[in-house]
């Protein structure tokens, strides 16, 4: 059986071009201080793409991903989509971790604690 790509699929390529050029509020925030390596010079990448699903974060060497929330997050069908679209990440290994946007702008340095606090 051929060994299928998962990371950064061509046909999402130009999709997630766009959503790097619009970033919400909080992820430019965030990107702030998780690009470059300054945090513990782990390398993040912005809506990086895992087979279909496209996450806001994304740390490989600590197979790690980071999703902000915003409003509509809190509508029952979001929130169904969201555990699915998790446990289908957490079986193929990796960690997801979420924070509410709101917390980025009046929490950062708990939610880079806690970023911190998932690393191997």
């Not at 690009?35 to 993040?44: A, D, E, G, T, Y």
Request: overall charge positive; aromatic content about 12%.
């Amino acid at each position: 059986m051929p060994n299928k790509k998962i990371h950064s699929k061509k046909e999402l390529q130009d999709y997630r071009r766009a959503l790097r050029k619009n970033l919400t509020p909080s992820e430019a925030f965030l990107w702030k201080h998780l690009k470059s390596r300054q945090l513990q010079k782990r390398r993040f990448q912005r809506q990086h793409s895992i087979n279909n699903y496209i996450v806001d974060f994304y740390c490989a060497s600590e197979k790690l991903i980071i999703e902000l929330d915003g409003d509509v997050h809190n509508n029952p069908n979001v929130q169904e989509y969201d555990e699915k679209r998790t446990q289908y990440l957490e079986n193929l290994g990796y960690r997801v971790i979420r924070f509410e946007n709101r917390m980025v702008f009046d929490f950062l340095p708990s939610v880079l604690e806690e970023i911190q606090s998932n690393f191997k």
